[in-house]
């Protein structure tokens, strides 16, 4: 018995989307203390459709993860759980969301909707976008660094449709500049993904960015853009674009706060052997979630202070 609700467990996948759940509640915070409840019951939503779309994503990616030497101990791959099985499960997680969400507030639907199935084309056979380069990357960011934002908004009543109000057109170009960075962020992780799988999606004859860009020059990309989106709330700070200087001056602290973590990850992208890409991708596992979790904890902090 514990061995199956270990499995089902897994199925989820939580520790590949946790960081995911950190820019959720960069948007319920961001703009100021939000009504808790619908903030919980959002999030509820939230993980529920995300982890269903992981599930549906080892549904169709079975047979790729048994030959990843990486992902075949899935519980699908290893048959912890059967096909069939998983269909239930993903069907429930999606009821369980979507109905909570015709209670709550019917309106989030269409955008809930949206998002779980930018999240299936991903993996699904129809469009399969994990194999079209370029095109991956930029809905993985899409999905991880967006979306999980703009829900964390909808949850604190922060965007309405009313964009000629001067304080709604205000928060879309403060959330404008909040995406730009998140999304970077989430492009490289997705990289950083795609290096570790390189050999089975290459053997596999999936023509991932990585697959047709080669290992070199696809870390390459993924440190400049990690780079990027550290520098662009800088950037967007001195140029005056947001909203309160105070939140640049204690940005700049958490990210000194943050350059151990970041010299290693310059160490590690240096001539990269397959060891090296190995601890590169533990690395991301690690301190992606990290690096997320501390600049939520430094937004709930100020956003208390400011208050």
């Known amino acids: 018995m514990f061995a199956n609700v270990n499995g089902f467990v897994r199925l989820f996948r939580f520790r590949s989307w946790v960081g995911w759940l950190a820019i959720f509640g960069f948007g319920s915070f961001i703009f100021g203390i939000p009504p808790i409840f619908n903030v919980l019951i959002v999030a509820f939503v939230f993980v529920c459709i995300t982890s269903a779309v992981f599930v549906q994503n080892q549904y169709f990616d079975k047979e790729i993860d048994k030959n990843n030497p990486q992902k075949n101990m899935l519980p699908l791959a290893t048959g912890e759980v059967s096909s069939k099985t998983s269909l239930v499960i993903m069907a429930i997680l999606c009821g369980l969301g979507f109905s909570t969400l015709g209670f709550f507030n019917p309106y989030l639907i269409p955008i809930f909707l949206v998002y779980f199935a930018l999240c299936s084309l991903y993996s699904t056979p129809i469009l399969h976008l994990k194999g079209k380069p370029i095109l991956d990357i930029i809905v993985a960011g899409i999905g991880s660094g967006v979306f999980p934002f703009i829900f964390g908004l909808l949850a604190a009543n922060q965007l309405s449709l009313d964009i000629l109000l001067p304080s709604v057109a205000r928060n879309y170009q403060y959330t404008f500049l909040c995406i730009l960075p998140l999304f970077l962020f989430q492009v490289a992780s997705q990289i950083f993904q795609e290096i570790r799988d390189f050999e089975a999606d290459m053997n596999d004859k999936i023509q991932t960015f990585v697959v047709k860009y080669g290992i070199k020059k696809s870390i390459r990309v993924a440190t400049i853009t990690v780079f990027l989106a550290i520098s662009l709330p800088i950037i967007f700070g001195f140029l005056n674009l947001f909203y309160t200087n105070e939140f ?42 990290v690096i997320l979790i501390i600049i939520l904890t430094y937004i709930l902090i100020l956003r208390l202070y400011l208050t």
């Open 248 to 289: 640049i001056v204690w940005y700049i602290l958490v990210v000194i706060a943050m350059t151990p973590i970041l010299s290693q990850f310059i160490s590690l992208n240096k001539n990269p052997t397959k060891t090296k890409i190995e601890d590169l991708f533990k690395f991301s596992m690690k301190y992606t979630p």
